[in-house]
C-alpha cells in the first residue's frame, strides 16, 4: 500500500513524502534521505521501494526540497535545513515502529550523521551510500560565487544554485574525522568503487567505535546507474538490516 505524507515544518513549509507500506507490518521502517540535487523519486530511493517492501520492510521517501506547493526551494537550504527536516520526520514515525533504519546516500549521510538519530532509541542502524567527501575545491566542481545574487551557481549539466550556507556546510563536512566521530549506531558504508569518497574516509573507518562493516561496489560511480549496480547495493544493503 502507499499513502502521500505531507509534515509542516515550524517555518510553514512542507516535507512531501510518500510511505509504501503492508498493513500488518509495523516492525520496521527504512527512511530513505537522498543527496544534493536529487529527490525521493530518484532510482536509487524509487526502485529501493519493491526490492524492500517485497522482504517485508516499510519504507518512506521524501524530498528536502520540492516544486510544489510550499516545498522548500534547494537554493534556500542548506545541511543544517536538511538535518531539522529529517528530525521531523523521524519524530512523526518514532512512535509507530519497532525499528527505524536510516539510508543515506551522498550529502544524505551528513544530513543523518548531525540529525537527532542517536537519541531515538527506535533508529536501530543507519546505512551510508557512498558518502561525500565533502566540498574541497569549488574550482574543480565549477561552482562559481555570484556577488549580485549572494548565491553559487554548480555549472554541471544543469546549473544548481546554492546558498552561501549550504557551500560553507558542504565544505565543513569535509572534515571526515568529525563526522565519524558521529556515527553511534550500528552502520555499514557501501562506496562506488569507480568513485573517489572511499579513498578520502579510508583512513578514518578504523576509528568508528560502533559495529560497522564496509562494502565496495566494483565498477560503479557515485549514482550507481551502471548495469547491475544498483541490485548489487541494495543486497549488500539487506544484508546488513536483515
Request: glycine share 4%; net charge neutral.
Amino acid at each position: 500500500m502507499e499513502e502521500q505524507i505531507q509534515l509542516t515544518t515550524s517555518d510553514n513549509h512542507l516535507i512531501y513524502g510518500t510511505l509504501n507500506y503492508q498493513q500488518e507490518s509495523k516492525k520496521t521502517l527504512l527512511i530513505f534521505v537522498h543527496g544534493l540535487t536529487g529527490s525521493q523519486n530518484e532510482h536509487l530511493c524509487f526502485n529501493a521501494v519493491p526490492f524492500f517492501t517485497s522482504r517485508n520492510f516499510d519504507t518512506f521517501r521524501f524530498d528536502l526540497y520540492s516544486s510544489r506547493k510550499q516545498g522548500r526551494k534547494l537554493s534556500e537550504c542548506d545541511i543544517s535545513t536538511h538535518w531539522a527536516d529529517l528530525n521531523m520526520v523521524l519524530d512523526n514515525f518514532k512512535d509507530k515502529y519497532q525499528n527505524i533504519i536510516l539510508i543515506g546516500h551522498s550529502l544524505g549521510v551528513p544530513t543523518i550523521l548531525q540529525s537527532n538519530y542517536n537519541n531515538i532509541d527506535q533508529v536501530t542502524k543507519i546505512v551510508l551510500w557512498d558518502p561525500t567527501r565533502g566540498l574541497l575545491d569549488l574550482n574543480s566542481r565549477s561552482i562559481v560565487y555570484y556577488p549580485q545574487l549572494k548565491k553559487y551557481i554548480w555549472h554541471k549539466s544543469k546549473e544548481v544554485l546554492l546558498s552561501e550556507s549550504m557551500v560553507k556546510e558542504w565544505k565543513a563536512v569535509s572534515d571526515i574525522k568529525s563526522q565519524i566521530e558521529k556515527i553511534t549506531k550500528p552502520c555499514k558504508f557501501i562506496f562506488a568503487g569507480d568513485h573517489y569518497c572511499y579513498d578520502a574516509w579510508k583512513p578514518f573507518l578504523p576509528e568508528i567505535s560502533v559495529a560497522s562493516k564496509v562494502s565496495i561496489i566494483p565498477n560503479a560511480t557515485h549514482v550507481f546507474y551502471e548495469e547491475g549496480t544498483e541490485k548489487i547495493l541494495f543486497e549488500e544493503t539487506l544484508s546488513w538490516i536483515q
